[in-house]
C-alpha cells in the first residue's frame, strides 16, 4: 500500500462550488504539508500542519482552507473554487528536512 | 528574484551520456538538500538527500552542494530511457523544514 494517499485523483468542478481534497498518510510522521503545481511554477505551499494542534499557512492560502483530523489526516479544502484554482495538488508528510509525497489529485474548476 | 532558480530545460540526451542538472539559491539558512524525481501524472519521489555541503553517490545517481556558491547538482551517469522525467531541487532550513523548490527540469534520454 502507498504510504501517502490522496482522494480523489481526479475532480471537475465548477466555479463557487465548495471543494474537499482527503490526504492520508502511513509513515507515523507529525509534519504533513498541501502544495499546488503548476507549469513553469514548481511546487508552491498551501498549508502545513506540524502536529493535530498546529497549522500554519504557506506563501499562498488565500482562498484555501484546512483541517487537520489526526496525526494521519490533513485536508484542504477550497470554500468556493474558482478557475485559477485549477493545478494540481499534493499532499506531503515529512521528518527533518525531507518530505514524501502523494500521487496527487488533478483539479479542474470551469 | 526566486529563492530557487532552476533551469526548466527541456533537455535531452542520448541514451548512456551523463545528464548534468544544477539549482542555485539565495537563502544561505538552507541546510537540507534534495532532488526529486516526477514521473508524468506522478507524485515527486525523493531521489537524493544531502545534508549541509559535500557529495552523496547512490548507484547512477550523484548530488553535490556547494554552500559557498549556493549551488547544487545532479549528475545521472549512464543515462537510461527510464530516466525520463522532471527533476525537481528542493531545499530547507534547518529551523523550520518547508521545502523551496525550484521549477524542474525536464530530461528526455533517447533510446
Known amino acids: 500500500d502507498a504510504d501517502v494517499t490522496q482522494t480523489p485523483r481526479n475532480r471537475i468542478t465548477k466555479t463557487g462550488k465548495r471543494i474537499m481534497l482527503e490526504c492520508s498518510q502511513t509513515k507515523g510522521h507529525d509534519r504533513m504539508y498541501w502544495y499546488r503545481q503548476d507549469p513553469g511554477l514548481g511546487l508552491r505551499l498551501i498549508y502545513y500542519?506540524?502536529?493535530?494542534?498546529?497549522?500554519n499557512k504557506g506563501e499562498i492560502s488565500d482562498g484555501y482552507s484546512v483541517s487537520r483530523q489526526a496525526q494521519a489526516k490533513f485536508s484542504l479544502s477550497l470554500e468556493s473554487a474558482i478557475p485559477n484554482q485549477t493545478a494540481l495538488y499534493f499532499c506531503a508528510t515529512g521528518s527533518t528536512g525531507t518530505q514524501y509525497f502523494g500521487p496527487g489529485t488533478r483539479l479542474t474548476v470551469l | 528574484q526566486k529563492e530557487v532558480e532552476q533551469d526548466p530545460g527541456p533537455l535531452s540526451v542520448p541514451e548512456g551520456a551523463i545528464v548534468s542538472l544544477n539549482c542555485t539559491y539565495s537563502?544561505?539558512?538552507?541546510?537540507?538538500f534534495m532532488w526529486y524525481r516526477q514521473y508524468s501524472r506522478k507524485g515527486p519521489e525523493l531521489l537524493m538527500y544531502t545534508y549541509s555541503s559535500g557529495n552523496k553517490e547512490d548507484g547512477r545517481f550523484t548530488a553535490q552542494v556547494d554552500k559557498s556558491s549556493k549551488y547544487i547538482s545532479l549528475f545521472i551517469r549512464d543515462s537510461q530511457p527510464s530516466d525520463s522525467a522532471t527533476y525537481l531541487c528542493a531545499m530547507s532550513a534547518s529551523n523550520d523544514y518547508k521545502l523551496s523548490f525550484g521549477a524542474g527540469t525536464t530530461v528526455t534520454v533517447r533510446a
Open positions: 500542519s506540524f502536529d493535530v494542534k498546529d497549522i
Open positions: 537563502n544561505s539558512a538552507f541546510q537540507y
